[in-house]
């Protein structure tokens, strides 16, 4: 992230003028615990559908993906980690327009584990007119029930830049959407088992690209 600061001087009289505030750093990294990690940053710029927070445990990574999370959020708490070794963190911004949503409602019953689960694999299906948008949502969102915890989800690829696609799922009391799968370009077809609480969910899907990543900050654990 970056942040700009303009500052306005103008001449009234002998009148001193107001300082700026200091600028936010893009991200911070707080032992709150001596196994945990907080990490905090200013309110994101418009436009972005979300952040990835990603760690590594060595300078020139490679990094691990720890979450996507929507524009609002400005914190993340990294819990019970290895003790006395350092922890590398930085954030990427996303963009992307989402599909329709769909609303499930599964049926009663336990996860199924004997049926045959090949629909769960994320592929591309043949469709007439591939997508070649740049910036486009994807389109005709469908989800099919398979069983008691299991939903079959295809849509219509309309994009022709994105770098991946997010499943992401809200359950009936959540307050916000969540990523269920990340799937390569291209996909346009995959299944997914449902937590307990996803018995009545909302699901939408969407085409990203991912923005620069932030300056990296460290921490060390006790």
Sequence with gaps: MRTLIVLAFALAGCAAPEPAPPARAPLSAVLTTPRDVTLSWPPGEQGTAGRVVEFATEPRGPYTILDFLPPGRSSYVHPDLIPRTTFYYRLRPYYGQASNTVEVALPPGPLEEKLEHGWL????????????????????LRATVKHANGIAFTWTDRAGDEEGYLLEVRAKDAPDFRVAAVLEPDVNAVGLVTLPEEKRAAYRVRAIRYGGPSPVVTQTTG
């Design 121 to 140: 694999d994320p592929r591309t299906l043949p469709h007439p007119a591939p997508g070649n948008a740049p910036g486009a949502a994807p389109e005709n």
